[in-house]
């Protein structure tokens, strides 16, 4: 993996990286895959563009806005 995760690198610089698609995903293939190279980074690709760029988000943010849309704060 690569040492560092950055906003905007490419997703092929996470090498061995095990991408998780949500089992809602529909068959058309708009979803987004995360994987979690650290254990406080998740990293964010668009699944129709698996070399493209990646965004990357702390563990705990990611988390707190998933709840946040959950409880329908955001």
């Known amino acids: ?3 560092t ?3 905007g690198m490419p997703a092929d610089r996470l090498e061995g990286a095990a991408w998780r698609k949500s089992s809602r ?3 058309v293939g708009n979803c987004v895959e995360l994987t979690w190279p650290g254990h406080d980074v998740v990293a964010v ?3 129709r563009d698996p070399h493209g760029p ?3 988000f702390a563990s705990p943010d990611l988390a707190a806005f998933l709840a946040g849309v959950r409880n329908r704060e955001v």
């Open 5 to 7: 995760v950055h906003n």
């Open 1 to 3: 993996m690569a040492d």
């Open 54 to 56: 990646v965004l990357a």
């Open 45 to 47: 690709r668009n699944s």
């Open 25 to 27: 995903s529909g068959a």
